[in-house]
């Protein structure tokens, strides 16, 4: 081989070598764009009037029990308590406020599954948490919660103190939203999450936080038949 003839074969053989890389940057980028877009997150939101309490702790009792009972699942804890979030009137004009981005986050594609907590107040949830339901109307027009996952978390001072009254009336209005009822999975398999806060601690309610654990197991078996 000539050395004119060796120069164009190395020359060729860059180029050819070139495009190669180029095809295979542009392979890894798309693969990762494709697993970014296919990431499926569950988010927890805390409606409590106080963060990082016993509604906290039983939330994240849920959420490690998704990711423990299926590692591909991504979760989020939002506290709702920091938050500026004005009082809306449903079918009226909604305020801007911090509650609009979390509204985008949990009607967004990658969001599955949807997992709300509140204390029990004389039998009703805290009015965080009813302004959060009151501010899903302009997602309901569209549907932004169909078939997404729904659970529920309530936490009570007392062992009967409306914990599972309550998680009817939160799975009621979801359920509106055309979402999918997730309830604690066997053995318990009830309504939800029941949780028995005893001076200001669930540590000590084995049985609640089972409920918990249970809940979380559950979404993750509902999260293999949502696309």
Same mark, same amino acid.
């Given at each position: 081989?000539? @050395? $004119? ?6 020359? $060729?053989a ?9 095809? =295979? ?21 805390? =409606?409590?009037?106080?963060t ?9 009792i849920?959420?490690?029990?998704v ?16 938050l500026?979030i ?9 305020p ?15 969001? !599955?599954?949807?997992v709300?907590?509140?204390?029990v ?9 009813v302004?959060? !339901? ?6 309901k027009? =569209?549907?932004?919660?169909? $078939? ?7 936490v ?8 599972? @009254? ?14 999918i ?5 066997a ?8 949780l ?5 601690? !669930? ?13 979380g197991k559950? !979404? ?8």
């Open positions: 081989m000539s @050395t $004119n003839q060796r120069r164009e074969f190395l020359r $060729n860059a180029v050819t070598l070139t495009g190669v890389t180029a095809a =295979t940057a542009v392979a890894a980028s798309v693969s990762a764009q494709d697993v970014a877009a296919k990431k499926r997150n569950v988010i927890g939101i805390n =409606t409590s009037h106080r990082g309490k016993t509604c906290a702790d039983a939330l994240k849920v959420l490690e029990n990711t423990l009972a299926d590692p591909n699942l991504e979760t989020e804890l939002i506290e709702l308590a920091p500026n004005g009082i809306p009137v449903v079918g009226a004009e909604q801007k406020d911090d509650l609009d981005e979390i509204l985008t986050k949990i009607s967004a594609p990658n969001c !599955i599954g949807l709300l907590a509140t204390p107040y004389f039998g009703l949830p805290s009015t965080r948490c302004a959060l !339901i009151d501010r899903l109307m302009p997602i027009r =569209t549907w932004g919660l169909r $078939n997404k996952i729904f659970g529920g978390v309530v009570g001072a007392a062992r009967n103190g409306g914990q599972e @009254t309550l998680l009817h009336a939160l799975a009621n209005s979801m359920l509106t939203q055309q979402m009822l997730a309830v604690d999975s053995p318990t398999s009830h309504w939800g999450a029941t028995w806060s005893q001076k200001d601690s !669930i540590a000590e309610d084995e049985s609640g936080q089972n409920t918990a654990k249970n809940l559950r !979404i993750a078996e509902l999260a293999a038949f949502v696309q």
